[in-house]
């Protein structure tokens, strides 16, 4: 068995799932095996992948594509790793990334059983950029359920999968990803883990995050009721004590509607809303600006 187990779901990234597989590979923490899960893409990414020369890494392909949840278990069914650690095929690791956090965990008592770490973000736009640097969404937080009411409230930001690592044992616990989830996959797994488990943070920004654009707003709309619904036990609970649950999310929505150019839902969403942060403000305009001169 290996000490981690790094599964990497690709969908027609040619021309970045190598960065991704180089980061993984290039860790100081070598005893690792790397998943590539390419779900039926059409572009020349199994020629990249096959490209590699290293016993380390294997490739697993989907006949069709199945989405990103469903990825992502294919490469824990084939993984055997300790420990468990996802990384979106546009995402880059630091070298030392896996080596602080399984460091981490292990100076930690049982009930930590993940971690996660910063991250820093390459934005196309300058001006995202800028408001990225000055005025950040809260991170650094541990534990479980403080964690949990900060990710529903959209008050916090993890920086997605590609900053976890997870016990094995943890992750067939939950039984993976929900592959009914098109968006959001990251939130709901978090979700679930730490309802088992206390999450431990590294701070460093061991993750870069590359900008991917605009995402579709039918596929978020339905992949937030549906997230919505699934915790709706928590989201009640939020609600009668006065925290602004659904009035965030729908401020949330709304910038997905602007940047798609769906202004009548979008200012239909905002009525009764709520910015989880104030840079959400600034988000709010650019989306807007990007909606009108897309």
Not at 38 to 61: F, G, I, M
Not at 86 to 101: I, N, T
Not at 226 to 238: G, T
Request: proline share 2%; aromatic share 8%; net charge negative.
């Amino acid at each position: 068995m290996v000490k981690i187990s790094v599964v990497i779901p690709t969908h027609n990234r040619e021309d970045v799932v190598g960065h991704a597989i180089d980061s993984a590979l290039n860790q100081t923490m070598t005893d690792i095996e790397v998943v590539v899960v390419d779900d039926a893409s059409t572009d020349d990414t199994r020629a990249v992948v096959e490209a590699y020369d290293d016993d380390r890494l294997t490739y697993v392909r989907h006949d069709v594509n199945r989405g990103g949840s469903a990825a992502r278990n294919s490469g824990i069914e084939r993984s055997t790793g300790e420990y468990v650690a996802f990384l979106d095929s546009d995402d880059e690791w630091r070298a030392d990334k896996l080596s602080r956090q399984i460091g981490r965990l292990e100076t930690r008592s049982e009930e930590w059983r993940a971690a996660y770490c910063g991250f820093r973000s390459e934005r196309q736009s300058a001006v995202v950029s800028l408001v990225d640097n000055l005025l950040e969404r809260e991170t650094g937080i541990e534990g479980d359920t403080e964690l949990l009411y900060a990710i529903l409230l959209l008050r916090f930001s993890h920086g997605g999968s590609s900053t976890l690592v997870v016990e094995r044992s943890l992750v067939d616990e939950l039984e993976g990803f929900d592959p009914t989830f098109s968006r959001h996959q990251d939130w709901e797994f978090l979700v679930r883990l730490l309802q088992r488990s206390r999450l431990a943070y590294v701070d460093a920004p061991l993750v870069t995050k590359h900008d991917t654009g605009v995402p579709d707003f039918e596929t978020c709309l339905e992949a937030r009721k549906r997230y919505l619904r699934k915790f709706s036990d928590i989201v009640v609970d939020l609600s009668l004590a006065g925290y602004p649950v659904i009035e965030r999310h729908r401020f949330s929505l709304a910038k997905v509607a602007f940047a798609n150019g769906r202004h009548r839902e979008g200012i239909a969403l905002l009525r009764g809303s709520a910015a989880p942060h104030v840079r959400d403000y600034f988000g709010l305009g650019l989306a807007v600006y990007n909606g009108l001169n897309g």
